[in-house]
């Protein structure tokens, strides 16, 4: 679990707004859920036979005595609000979560135990026409931060009966050569094999490699839907490549599913997961509802972001206040109050706990400020404050206090011109 310092956060804020701004557009709305929610619902939603569930999740008891768990995904807790605040009966939500996930996995760069997401999911839509604009906005945002090293992967996983004919497949074909199974892999042969194919383990590759394709499997209605998504994604000029061999590795997903993966981040390839899911709600008790959506890897993302923008945005101050002792350090209090009312645009520091000028201009060359303002006794027996460009050569000029506000970003510009 990793604290994250004020320059990290400018990338970070940096997403987070842009994500904010495009899920807006694209008629999303913001949902808070709680981060604890009864151990009961993940395993339901989830599924029993999935690693985030046998061994990821953060469970303990309540002093009432019940079982909770920290969040490891976002959409199992949409799921049940949506359920238990009555927002169903044949409407439809378009929704986004932005949060902290927990999952006990062992640590490594790009995985984390506290991690976040942006679970993004429109609910009460059949598609494929929601799936490809779900599949669209994740593309324009990547466009949006200048991110180019993902590629997108799709897959359809089918109806549960079509994926139930492809597992007694698979079970067979992994059966026959148990021996040249993995620990893991022999564990998922009977509670979960098509988890098998998500294997990172490269031993386990040649065999996977000839094992049956889920698409041979699948159920009429799928193969048109995935059909109909493959068709308006070529329609809107968005890339993609077939995986046959993606899975998820959270149980409630059918047909359609989608991976953004990048070759930028080491061994942590994927940035972005998602797919349809039309039986969890029913399967959580509500009446049925299909539901497609995905979820953003926030620490994935900004790692590329910081790779294709290295400086990022600048937290940098624009104007340094500095004043000598007594009185004109409260005008100069006065001053920068006045100019935050009359001039919000600009990022302003006063050198706080004031000391001589020399002190003071140590202090405003190491903030990175184009621009000092001085106020000292001179000045205000004036009514001026003196202007200084700290990284031009050009000289220190003076204003009337009064037209300060009118003047500062003609100031401003000739500080970083100069
Ligand atoms: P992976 O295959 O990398 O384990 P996953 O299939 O478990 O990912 P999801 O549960 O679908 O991932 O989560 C969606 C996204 O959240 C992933 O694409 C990834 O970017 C991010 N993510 C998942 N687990 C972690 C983690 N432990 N630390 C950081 N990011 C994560
Ligand atoms: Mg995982």
Redesign the pocket.
């Known amino acids: 679990m990793n604290d994250v310092l004020p320059d990290a956060l400018h990338a970070w804020q940096h997403l987070e707004a842009v994500a904010r701004e495009l899920l807006t557009a694209y008629g999303y709305a913001e949902i808070r859920v709680p981060i604890v929610e009864h151990t009961e619902l993940f395993r339901r939603a989830i599924g029993e036979h999935t690693?985030?569930v046998e061994k990821e999740m953060y469970t303990f008891t309540d002093q009432g005595g019940d079982s909770l768990t920290l969040r490891?995904?976002g959409t199992a807790g949409i799921a049940r609000a949506l359920i238990s605040n009555g927002m169903l009966r044949g409407q439809r939500h378009k929704l986004w979560l932005a949060g902290p996930?927990f999952?006990h996995?062992k640590?490594q760069k790009?995985?984390?135990?506290q991690?976040?997401?942006f679970s993004v999911e429109a609910v009460g839509l059949t598609g494929p026409d929601v799936d490809a604009e779900l599949i669209a906005l994740s593309a324009r945002l990547w466009r949006r931060l200048g991110i180019t090293r993902v590629r997108l992967q799709l897959n359809s996983l089918g109806t549960p009966e079509a994926r139930r004919s492809y597992r007694t497949a698979l079970t067979e074909y992994f059966r026959a050569q148990e021996s040249r199974l993995d620990a893991d892999s022999r564990r998922r042969l009977t509670a979960n094999p098509l988890r098998i194919l998500?294997s990172?383990n490269p031993d386990m590759q040649p065999l996977i490699a000839g094992a049956p394709l889920l698409p041979d499997y699948l159920d009429g209605e799928s193969r048109e839907h995935f059909a109909g998504l493959c068709e308006m994604l070529q329609a809107l000029e968005i890339d993609y490549e077939l995986n046959p061999r993606l899975v998820?590795?959270?149980d409630y997903y059918s047909r359609t599913v989608f991976?953004?993966i990048t070759d930028a981040l080491g061994a942590?390839?994927?940035?972005?997961?998602?797919g349809r899911y039309d039986g969890l709600i029913a399967q959580l008790g509500g009446e049925p509802t299909p539901a497609v959506g995905?979820?953003?890897?926030?620490?994935?993302?900004v790692e590329l972001l910081r790779q294709a923008q290295p400086q990022g945005p600048s937290g940098t101050p624009q104007v340094y206040v500095i004043a000598s002792a007594g009185r004109p350090s409260l005008e100069a209090l006065r001053l920068i109050e006045r100019l935050r009312d009359l001039r919000p645009e600009y990022r302003y520091e006063l050198a706080l706990g004031g000391g001589n000028f020399k002190a003071q201009f140590r202090r405003a060359d190491r903030s990175g400020a184009p621009l000092a303002l001085i106020l000292g006794e001179a000045e205000l027996a004036r009514g001026v404050v003196a202007l200084k460009p700290l990284r031009a050569e050009s000289g220190q000029t003076e204003c009337p206090l009064a037209e300060l506000p009118a003047r500062l970003e003609g100031a401003l510009a000739q500080a970083r011109a100069g």
């Open positions: 690693d985030v490891p995904e996930m999952r996995e640590p790009g995985r984390y135990r991690f976040n997401q998500d990172k998820r590795g959270l991976e953004w942590q390839d994927a940035v972005c997961s998602g995905f979820a953003l890897g926030v620490e994935r993302a």
